[in-house]
């Protein structure tokens, strides 16, 4: 089930993502910072950013945020699902979450970053209409930028 962020989530979101980062992206967490992820409620929170997870079994299992970048575009941040649930559709409820979000609060745009090795991810936004727009490489890391128009 995919619900908005309460504060009681800190502990179980924080973990869900960095025990992804330190599995899967040990050398990719250089190129993003985490501070974030110690303040959801004050990162995330307003009147046109939100943060989602997904909860199974009283388990947070995916996560996905939504942070005003300018009037018209949405940055869509941290969507990670746990290793065993993937290939469920967790990835794309959150997404879909988070599109609608976008389309309620009157934005144009979301826009979504990744490095070469967030391929999961980067399918994920394929699939569902976002296309890459620009491809850079800042500090040894290619990031991908990946744009779908509301």
């Not at 990719?28 to 110690?38: E, K, L, P």
Request: aromatic share 10%.
């Amino acid at each position: 089930m995919v619900r908005e962020f309460e504060n009681s989530d800190s502990v179980a979101v924080k973990e869900l993502i960095l025990s992804i980062l330190e599995d899967e992206y040990p050398f990719d967490r250089t190129a993003y910072s985490d501070s974030d992820i110690n303040d959801i409620s004050g990162t995330y929170k307003g009147a046109r950013n939100d943060f989602f997870v997904c909860e199974l079994d009283n388990k947070i299992v995916g996560t996905a945020g939504i942070k005003e970048d300018t009037s018209k575009t949405a940055l869509l941040r941290r969507i990670f699902v746990n290793k065993k649930q993937r290939g469920k559709g967790i990835g794309k409820e959150l997404l879909n979450k988070c599109v609608w979000f976008c389309k309620d609060h009157g934005y144009k745009e979301i826009v979504f970053r990744a490095t070469d090795r967030m391929k999961s991810a980067m399918a994920l936004m394929e699939k569902n209409g976002f296309k890459k727009v620009e491809s850079l490489e800042l500090g040894g890391f290619h990031i991908h930028m990946f744009k779908l128009e509301l």
